[in-house]
């Protein structure tokens, strides 16, 4: 999937670091998607047992999630930017 995003001057040189970091690491990173704080929960676990039962001790999982999905009922976001808004400044 390919984005069109904006960029200010000042900003390209970080900005095009951090995209060529992220397409090399892309291969090794899995994206999970969950709609609850439950369904997550059960990913991770999940996951968590297989990586153990096929790598013990030298498995290792980053995860990372916005707190405002979890807690904030969706009616009451429409002051807030949505998880997949695609903008740098």
Not at 9 to 21: N, S, T
Not at 30 to 52: A, D, I, N, Q
Request: net charge positive.
């Amino acid at each position: 999937m390919a984005y069109n995003i904006i960029v200010k001057a000042d900003k390209f040189i970080k900005v095009r670091g951090v995209l060529e970091q992220s397409t090399k690491y892309k291969p090794f990173l899995f994206m999970l998607p969950f709609e609850s704080l439950g369904e997550y929960l059960w990913f991770l676990r999940g996951v968590s047992t297989e990586l153990h039962t096929i790598l013990g001790s030298r498995a290792m999982i980053y995860s990372a999630a916005a707190v405002t999905d979890f807690y904030i009922p969706q009616r009451e976001m429409v002051y807030m930017l949505p998880t997949d808004f695609k903008q740098c400044d």
